[in-house]
């Protein structure tokens, strides 16, 4: 099959390589059958927002990487209404733009509001590259019928659930919706396209997204692996593994995920790995209003994708669309996403029928496997092999490949990719 592509990943590199890095990232990558993935800007120190700090980002992962790796750059308050950084930044290769409409939880990426966005997308035409959006508005909690009672149980999921309820999804895809009509044909950021990252919602906010593709919004949406796979009313007290932003929703709000994918309404997914130190993740606590949020997953989603889909009668055509096709597209990668003559020969061999434990025995990659959610469950096919460029950098039973980096290529060819083997 087409070697996986993954447009929304963490993996902290540089500053923050006791979270994760570039070696073991891209290891966990390549064993999990993703040949590419594109890092996102923020949880490294400093955060991707200008041309100097993603130079410190391909500093940082030269002659480390098992897989092709490219980067978003940030949307902030601090370039966004500065042209010339912007541009610095995208000219100097980052593959678009990635903002916040919440406080991220890092110090030097705040929030941006509809303003922040408008100024983006209009920058971000004249490139045709897209802007990726955390869509979550605070609101006041005090008015939220479901919180009378109070919040006292912070081992509890549902009061971590009940603090970032689906209005604050909806809210931003509504303010969203503002600008994104600037992306159609004929708009001042025609050329632009919106991207909502980690959708979690599936009723009143997928609502909204598919109003925008009908009016001829430039607008896809992604979710993730955990949102289905897990439900809410399955999280064990304390298990703070679960915690991430958008929250994991119930049950009936993951069968209809499930449904708005299989009918396309949903575009790709993506497996937002977002890995920390396990200190923060407060398990002794069991905290799950302080604890760091994130799900780490890279090694897994293609096992957990299908071990999960195979009930609804998940194809391994929609897998290519999903995991493939589509996150080429998205990400400019043209040479990617398809087993073709003229594309790079990026494929992943697996077995659809083999289970496999993901337990202490099973090798892990990721830098802290035990802070992972999908540890502890029985799964159905096994990676064998990965293929990057045509060259092995993973093979099953045996140890990730020697890296075969020969040089760090930093290519602006819209037909070639911006970091690779």
């Given at each position: 099959?087409?070697?996986?592509?993954?447009?929304?990943?963490?993996?902290?590199?540089?500053?923050?390589?006791?979270?994760?890095?570039?070696?073991?990232?891209?290891?966990?990558?390549?064993?999990?059958?993703?040949?590419?993935?594109?890092?996102?800007?923020?949880?490294?120190?400093?955060?991707?927002?200008?041309?100097?700090?993603?130079?410190?980002?391909?500093?940082?992962?030269?002659?480390?990487?098992?897989?092709?790796?490219?980067?978003?750059?940030?949307?902030?308050?601090?370039?966004?209404?500065?042209?010339?950084?912007?541009?610095?930044?995208?000219?100097?290769?980052?593959?678009?733009?990635?903002?916040?409409?919440?406080?991220?939880?890092?110090?030097?990426?705040?929030?941006?509001?509809?303003?922040?966005?408008?100024?983006?997308?209009?920058?971000?035409?004249?490139?045709?590259?897209?802007?990726?959006?955390?869509?979550?508005i605070q609101q006041d909690l005090e008015s939220n019928s479901e919180l009378k009672d109070g919040i006292d149980n912070v081992r509890s999921y549902s009061t971590y659930l009940k603090s970032r309820p689906p209005s604050w999804e909806e809210a931003a895809i509504r303010e969203l919706l503002t600008v994104t009509k600037d992306t159609r044909a004929g708009g001042p950021a025609e050329g632009a396209h919106l991207h909502i990252v980690h959708l979690s919602d599936a009723s009143s906010s997928l609502d909204l997204v598919k109003e925008a593709k009908s009016s001829g919004d430039s607008i896809t949406v992604e979710t993730c692996p955990h949102y289905l796979a897990f439900s809410a009313e399955e999280i064990p007290a304390g298990d703070t593994r679960f915690k991430c932003a958008p929250p994991i929703r119930d049950a009936a709000n993951r069968e209809k995920l499930w449904e708005a994918l299989l009918e396309g309404q949903i575009d790709m997914l993506s497996s937002d790995h977002s890995p920390s130190v396990p200190e923060l993740k407060l398990f002794d606590e069991g905290d799950f209003i302080r604890a760091w949020g994130g799900i780490s997953s890279l090694q897994f989603v293609l096992p957990v994708t299908w071990s999960y889909g195979r009930k609804y009668g998940v194809t391994l055509e929609q897998l290519v669309s999903w995991w493939s096709e589509r996150p080429a597209k998205l990400s400019g990668q043209e040479l990617k996403g398809a087993i073709a003559v003229g594309k790079h020969a990026d494929i992943v061999v697996w077995e659809p029928e083999i289970e496999f434990d993901l337990d202490e025995n099973y090798p892990v990659y990721h830098k802290h496997p035990s802070i992972s959610a999908y540890m502890g469950t029985r799964l159905s096919g096994k990676v064998l092999a990965t293929f990057v460029r045509g060259n092995l950098v993973f093979k099953e039973g045996h140890d990730i490949m020697p890296r075969l980096l020969v040089e760090l290529r930093f290519l602006q060819d819209e037909k070639d990719e911006l970091l690779g083997l």
């Open positions: 099959m087409p070697g996986l592509i993954d447009v929304h990943a963490h993996l902290d590199d540089p500053g923050r390589t006791e979270w994760e890095g570039f070696p073991s990232g891209t290891k966990s990558a390549a064993a999990g059958g993703i040949t590419t993935l594109i890092d996102m800007p923020l949880n490294s120190f400093p955060s991707t927002v200008s041309e100097e700090t993603l130079k410190l980002k391909i500093e940082a992962a030269e002659e480390k990487i098992y897989v092709d790796v490219g980067f978003w750059g940030g949307l902030v308050p601090e370039n966004a209404f500065n042209a010339s950084m912007l541009e610095g930044l995208l000219s100097a290769g980052a593959l678009g733009l990635k903002s916040f409409m919440c406080p991220s939880g890092i110090n030097d990426f705040p929030m941006t509001n509809a303003s922040h966005i408008k100024e983006g997308l209009s920058i971000l035409a004249k490139y045709k590259r897209p802007l990726l959006v955390h869509s979550e």
